[in-house]
């Protein structure tokens, strides 16, 4: 039997308040600051990571697309073979934003892509979720090539209603893994990847890096809070590294998805307890959620480019916000500065309301 296609990224893009471009979002500062976007007088808290000039998510979309095709050196013929995997919030104003498939279908249009669009409106994991898929499709050889992109621009519905359910920071910082974390804050996030066969990408262009493993698990456990004992994403974590072939000990860094909530962080870090064996307490982990902020259906995608950011330029992100161990996350956390390190493959972990968990595994290429 043929061995399966090595699916790569060829082609990579984003956007946070962290900057523009692929490479701002190895910033080392956290992006956060009063919103002036919308009015916030009425809120408890009135800070998120947002640009100071942002176009509409439409607009912002076709960038990051337009962007992450040149980059993967993508002529028009080639663009116009391309899926479209989109993950977007599923119910925009539709005074604002068209519905996601209306959206997904003048993207295609507007990029010179393919009519085949999938829309992913799966909370936090939409866009982890449409990268496995692309790779699944490539894996199995019935694509050679798919645009994943993804977005969410800070506006007034969600931020209230995470406002409300006080899961946001009232400090002004997101303390991941940390002690005296006091929760999440909202960021901008729109990205964009071309996901490719090794064959299919056979055309001078450098890959990013490759999309080795990935894995999906649920905990069913409850509407809002996951399983503290983090068997749902440790069951996605290790099917990645089971679809990769390769040990615990093979992860060099893991992008995690701690949001500075207590009860999530602590999952999460049972979780990696339970993946990666006694190796957890030695790989290093941090969140980019502390410098650009919980991004939402984009975050999955915004930090799969960080992770392969990071990777390429040998410099794992700090975990900003940082004031001291806690006891039920035992993890080996970078603090204080990045850190210098020649790492071959990261993880990279989401996870959303209702106990959907994904894992994507990222090798050098």
């Known amino acids: 039997?043929?061995?399966?296609?090595?699916?790569q990224l060829t082609g990579v893009y984003a956007v946070s308040a962290l900057g523009r471009g692929a490479e701002a979002q190895l910033a080392t500062t956290p992006a956060f600051g009063p919103i002036r976007r919308f009015d916030t007088t009425a809120?408890?808290?009135t800070v998120a990571a947002t640009l100071p000039e942002v176009g509409t998510l439409a607009d912002e979309l076709a960038a990051a697309i337009d962007e992450a095709c040149r980059a993967a050196g993508l002529d028009r013929d080639r663009r116009s073979e391309c899926a479209l995997l989109l993950?977007?919030?599923?119910?925009?104003?539709?005074?604002?934003?068209?519905?996601?498939?209306?959206?997904?279908g003048q993207l295609a249009v507007r990029c010179g892509l393919s009519g085949h669009t999938r829309v992913y409106t799966s909370a936090c994991v939409s866009a982890s979720t449409a990268v496995a898929d692309a790779a699944t499709l490539i894996s199995r050889g019935d694509l050679a090539r798919v645009v994943v992109a993804a977005g969410y621009l800070v506006e007034p519905d969600q931020f209230a209603l995470f406002d409300a359910g006080r899961a946001l920071a009232d400090d002004g910082a997101v303390r991941p893994f940390s002690a005296g974390r006091r929760g999440l804050l909202l960021g901008d996030g729109v990205a964009a990847v071309v996901v490719e066969s090794r064959a299919a990408a056979r055309r001078g262009v450098e890959p990013v890096a490759t999309v080795a493993g990935w894995g999906r698990a649920g905990d069913a456990y409850h509407p809002c809070q996951p399983d503290p004992t983090g068997v749902g994403m440790a069951?996605?974590?290790s099917?990645?590294?089971?679809?990769?072939?390769l040990p615990p000990q093979a992860v060099g860094y893991v992008n995690a998805n701690a949001t500075g909530t207590a009860q999530s962080?602590?999952?999460?870090?049972?979780?990696?307890?339970?993946?990666?064996?006694?190796?957890?307490?030695?790989?290093?982990?941090?969140?980019?959620?502390?410098?650009?902020?919980?991004?939402?259906?984009?975050?999955?995608?915004?930090?799969?480019?960080?992770?392969?950011?990071?990777?390429?330029?040998?410099?794992?992100?700090?975990?900003?916000?940082?004031?001291?161990?806690?006891?039920?996350?035992?993890?080996?956390?970078?603090?204080?500065?990045?850190?210098?390190?020649?790492?071959t493959h990261a993880l990279t972990l989401n996870a959303a309301f209702g106990g959907a968990n994904t894992a994507l595994l990222i090798g050098t290429p």
């Open 239 to 245: 099917v990645a590294l089971r679809r990769a072939g």
């Open 265 to 343: 962080d602590a999952a999460e870090a049972a979780a990696l307890l339970r993946a990666l064996d006694g190796y957890a307490t030695e790989v290093p982990v941090s969140s980019t959620k502390a410098l650009h902020g919980h991004t939402l259906e984009a975050s999955g995608l915004l930090e799969l480019v960080v992770t392969s950011m990071a990777l390429r330029a040998g410099e794992l992100p700090v975990n900003a916000g940082w004031r001291g161990p806690d006891e039920a996350c035992p993890l080996n956390v970078i603090t204080a500065a990045p850190r210098r390190a020649a790492v």
């Open 87 to 104: 993950a977007v919030h599923g119910g925009p104003a539709p005074d604002v934003d068209p519905v996601p498939s209306a959206l997904a």
């Open 43 to 45: 809120r408890r808290v």
């Open 1 to 7: 039997m043929a061995e399966p296609p090595v699916v």
């Open 235 to 237: 069951r996605a974590a």
